[in-house]
């Protein structure tokens, strides 16, 4: 609050000033966590396509053509969203490029990290492309090729150095739960699942770690039973629906998995000698998104900008976002979801800068936090 304000009709106008420099005084903050010199802010990334820049597209071939990207790329990137993916606003928060994927054979840069994380993947099973271990591979083959055209005198590759201090992302677990309850698994049998799961991720950052990986960030999993491609399965009655328009036992699975990740990351913060481990509650954050839409500036908190069939999903699985029957909205503004699944860059947006805020990490360490370190 501004000092020295003597009166009421003072502190008015000059509390209306506060909240117009406000942003301005976010962007000061952000910069400074940009003294993260270039070849310091390099990030590595793992996931699903929560965090895919376009590597399925690169990976496979697939062209995922418009109106994917229209938002802000105005073409197509491979990302399944309207525009910008929640990393790529945690890359921009410290003034680095996008990251490239790893499958991306032209045009990438990877001096300042690669993408590692694949649209579909999952933890299990462990050895089926794209899946978490793969990917790891993937960077434990991309670090010895990175150091080994270094020593041949390649330049603009991360170096030794480089891969010590960069931060290492890790956005997984989704697509197995939601694997799980689409082959008719109960809810028992899913949270049976839970600990391979996770063991699947304790054992990459275990192994990212002796590959000399000491700063992470991980996002626990999303509100599974929010998303529309769930709330548009048939059902019996609405006895599942929570007061928001959620399923309740998809999110309860999804909350139960958060539960034990962040102990898990409790466990190797504790376990793993130098290495930091921030955990971010994006749960929380996308839930909160839901619930408060009207706060946000969304009308649809639970329907797709992207889809067929109209209210109250627009979620259709013979006419997906990216068929050639299936219709956009005008403003995706309006829309936190995208496709169903993905959330549109206008979530996005808000979802990082939740993140950003680290209100909803632990420890409450700043994305930026690796670089200065
Ligand atoms: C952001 O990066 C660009 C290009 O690398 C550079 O020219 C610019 O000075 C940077 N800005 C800040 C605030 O660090
Ligand atoms: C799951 O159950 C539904 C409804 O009984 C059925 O239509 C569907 O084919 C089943 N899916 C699988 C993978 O078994
Ligand atoms: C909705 O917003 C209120 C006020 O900020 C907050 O207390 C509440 O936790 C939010 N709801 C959810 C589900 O996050």
């Known amino acids: 609050m501004p000092k020295a304000s003597t009166s009421m009709a003072a502190a ?53 053509p418009l109106p994917e990207g229209r938002t802000f790329f105005r073409r197509s990137t491979g990302r399944l ?109 899913v949270i049976g699942r839970i600990p391979s799961i996770l063991s699947e991720i ?50 309860n699975a999804a909350r139960e998995f958060n539960t034990r990740l962040s102990s898990l990351c409790d466990e190797l913060s504790s376990n793993l000698k130098d290495a930091t481990i921030v955990y971010t509650d994006v749960f929380a954050i996308k839930y909160d998104l839901v619930a408060n839409y009207t706060k946000y500036g969304f009308e649809s908190p639970v329907m797709a900008c992207c889809g067929l069939g109209g209210p109250p999903y627009n979620y259709d699985p013979n006419n997906q976002c990216g068929s050639s029957t299936a219709q956009t909205c005008a403003e995706g503004l309006k829309y936190i979801s995208w496709d169903g699944v993905h959330y549109t860059e206008a979530a996005n947006n808000i979802v990082a800068a939740k993140i950003l805020s680290t209100e909803y990490s632990k420890p409450a360490l700043k994305f930026g936090h690796f670089c200065n370190a």
Not at 209 to 236: E, I, M, S
């Open 202 to 251: 304790e054992s990459a950052i275990k192994t990212l770690y002796d590959n000399g990986g000491k700063n992470f960030w991980v996002h626990n999993t999303g509100p599974l039973g929010c998303l529309p491609q769930k709330l548009a399965l048939p059902r019996k009655d609405d006895s599942d629906i929570d007061q928001y328009g959620c399923l309740k036992t998809l999110n």
């Open 12 to 64: 008015r106008p000059l509390l209306l000033f506060a909240l117009h420099v406000f942003p301005l005084m976010l962007l000061v903050e952000s910069s400074s966590t940009a003294a993260c010199t270039p070849d310091r802010a390099v990030i590595f990334n793992f996931g699903d396509s929560n965090s895919d820049t376009g590597g399925l597209s690169a990976g496979l071939g697939i062209f995922i």
């Open 81 to 189: 969203c309207d525009g910008r993916l929640i990393i790529d606003f945690l890359c921009e928060s410290l003034n680095r490029s996008y990251l490239s994927p790893y499958l991306e054979a032209l045009g990438s840069d990877f001096s300042n990290g690669a993408n590692f994380a694949i649209s579909g993947s999952s933890t299990l099973p462990r050895n089926t492309p794209f899946n978490l271990y793969i990917q790891i591979h993937q960077f434990i083959h991309f670090k010895s090729k990175s150091l080994e055209l270094i020593a041949q005198g390649r330049r603009g590759l991360v170096n030794e150095e480089g891969f010590k201090n960069s931060l290492y992302a890790i956005d997984i677990g989704q697509n197995d739960l939601a694997g799980a309850f689409s082959s008719n698994k109960s809810y028992d049998e």
